[in-house]
């Protein structure tokens, strides 16, 4: 076990607690058919990992078939590829298929996060990954060398292009692979992305041919609070917003990230939101952020439900 820990970088120094070795684990799948004011337990796989997370990003396609991100190198027990991947699941997710990696596990590591849909149906993947060499021999080095990308699918999450690079280290700061991306309106990609430093950077992907390319990059106006949420919603017959969801607050913009406003009300850590067919916001997000897992603080999943209305 100790081994295993010293290549995940696992846990974090002088936080102790973050080992879940040990711990009662299980991913559980709840779903609701009145708008998320009621839940009931679909289904659960048993876990057991030292991390404190594998499962990043779920969505839907319009068949039914369900899509999950996963990172390989955070399941030490099992025998998956050790680097990120895409699941695919014909029953809603009650079970899952065999891992699609995003790229060749001899020389990259890939951290996805989420996934969407766009309008014309194909699947995109955003996160990170890391490329090794002698100068980033390993997972823990490359940590620190991490680049955003999004990878595209037109077959349903079946096979994905190659990444598509968003921002790198030298063109900006510090990136972990914590990040979202949402198609907007005018079919741009507006990508969100955490840093190590107390800032986000945000970009904007035009679209080229079938792929995309960086049309611009910068510091995005939200503080640190964890994994951003992104997420483009209706407001009307041919109106639309992007939203930035947060523990600090929820935005809004219609000019692709260069204004940004405040709705005055955030959500609790690591929020994942979808708009219902009702128009609705439904968000669901952790309270206890990473306090430990000792039963001495309050943890819970939330849900939080809110309207847009504007001109």
């Not at 839907?60 to 027990?77: E, H, S």
């Not at 951290?111 to 149906?121: E, F, I, N, W």
């Not at 994905?160 to 921002?167: A, E, H, R």
Request: aromatic content about 10%.
């Amino acid at each position: 076990v100790k081994e295993v820990l010293e290549g995940l970088n696992w846990p974090p120094p002088g936080l102790p607690q973050y080992d879940m070795t040990g711990t009662t684990q299980e991913v559980i799948t709840v779903q609701s058919t009145d708008g998320g004011k009621t839940w009931s337990q679909f289904a659960a796989e048993p876990l057991h990992t030292p991390m404190n997370g594998a499962y990043s990003g779920y969505v839907a396609l319009a068949d039914g078939t369900v899509l999950r991100t996963t990172w390989g190198n955070y399941l030490p027990y099992y025998d998956v590829p050790r680097t990120g991947y895409v699941q695919r699941s014909m029953d809603g997710g009650a079970t899952w298929g065999e891992p699609i990696v995003l790229m060749d596990p001899e020389g990259t590591v890939t951290l996805p996060k989420r996934a969407r849909v766009l309008h014309d149906g194909r699947v995109v993947v955003v996160g990170g990954y890391i490329v090794l060499s002698p100068e980033v021999p390993t997972f823990r080095v490359g940590l620190s060398h991490i680049r955003t990308a999004i990878w595209l699918s037109s077959d349903g999450g079946k096979s994905f292009g190659p990444p598509i690079d968003v921002m790198t280290k030298d063109r900006a700061v510090e990136l972990t692979e914590e990040s979202d991306v949402c198609e907007l309106p005018d079919g741009r990609l507006l990508v969100v992305t955490r840093t190590n430093v107390p800032d986000r950077w945000q970009a904007v992907l035009r679209p080229a041919g079938d792929s995309f390319e960086v049309e611009s990059f910068g510091k995005a106006p939200f503080p640190h609070s964890g994994m951003p949420e992104a997420l483009t919603v209706s407001v009307g017959p041919g109106a639309g917003a992007a939203l930035h969801v947060a523990s600090s607050n929820i935005s809004w913009t219609t000019d692709a990230g260069v204004t940004w406003h405040d709705l005055g009300f955030g959500t609790e850590y690591y929020p994942s939101a979808a708009q219902l067919p009702d128009g609705r916001v439904f968000g669901a997000a952790h309270r206890g952020s990473d306090d430990p897992y000792n039963g001495t603080v309050d943890q819970q999943i939330l849900g939080l439900t809110f309207r847009l209305v504007g001109e």
